[in-house]
T-cell receptor, first 115, second 114 residues
Framework: AQTVTQSQPEMSVQEAETVTLSCTYD???????LFWYKQPPSRQMILVIR??????QNATENRFSVNFQKAAKSFSLKISDSQLGDTAMYFC????????????FGTGTSLTVIP | EPEVTQTPSHQVTQMGQEVILRCVPI?????FYWYRQILGQKVEFLVS????????KSEIFDDQFSVERPDGSNFTLKIRSTKLEDSAMYFC????????????FGPGTRLTVL
């Protein structure tokens, strides 16, 4: 079975600063996908960034980047130049490659950007 | 940008009643999903649906649950006889072409069973 752990229930960061959200996972699979989703208050989850496990290069999307450590089964999200609109719940998620159907989610990290 | 929509945003029902949660996936998407999140807990997979049939379901998705795509746009989750423990946020999601594509989520329906 796959498990995803987010050990930081809540975090805060000053506007314009950098913050890193941690995520670890446990799997016996070799091919899989990892995701970070953002859920602003009262809004739907939207994809922040996606990483394929077979790719060694860390994914980057503008101010968002990941530190993917496959051997350590770690997938942290770095947000640079934090903005007020980054305030949201952030979920780390895992998807197997073969079926590609279901996500396994972490419990989420609530991030508050302080002006 | 196209979005997944869900109705209602909040549903309150009495224990034992049937509820139907509705979702409109993105129009050209082929794979559909339901997840739930009990307050304070993880988002959990319930079921995936492709080509008018269930492709995968979790152990949570027992005989009380059913899904349907009654027309070309709606995707519904029915709970036949609600229990207190069914109170949760229910999210619908869809993907475009392959099951490994990124899932796009709806805003969720908050179900409260009294």
């Amino acid at each position: 079975a796959q498990t995803v752990t987010q050990s930081q229930p809540e975090m805060s960061v000053q506007e314009a600063e950098t913050v890193t959200l941690s995520c670890t996972y446990d799997t016996s699979e070799n091919n899989y996908y990892l995701f970070w989703y953002k859920q602003p208050p009262s809004r739907q989850m939207i994809l922040v960034i996606r990483q394929e496990a077979y790719k060694q290069q860390n994914a980057t999307e503008n101010r968002f980047s990941v530190n993917f450590q496959k051997a350590a089964k770690s997938f942290s999200l770095k947000i640079s130049d934090s903005q007020l609109g980054d305030t949201a719940m952030y979920f780390c998620a895992f998807m197997k490659h073969d079926t590609g159907n279901q996500f396994y989610f972490g419990t989420g990290t609530s991030l508050t950007v302080i002006p | 940008e196209p979005e997944v929509t869900q109705t209602p945003s909040h549903q309150v029902t009495q224990m034992g009643q049937e509820v139907i949660l509705r979702c409109v996936p993105i129009s050209n998407h082929l794979y559909f999903y339901w997840y739930r999140q009990i307050l304070g807990q993880k988002v959990e997979f319930l079921v995936s649906f492709y080509n008018n049939e269930i492709s995968e379901k979790s152990e949570i998705f027992d005989d009380q649950f059913s899904v349907e795509r009654p027309d070309g746009s709606n995707f519904t989750l029915k709970i036949r006889s609600t229990k207190l423990e069914d109170s949760a946020m229910y999210f619908c999601a869809s993907t475009k072409g392959q099951s490994t594509d990124t899932q796009y989520f709806g805003p969720g329906t908050r179900l409260t069973v009294l």
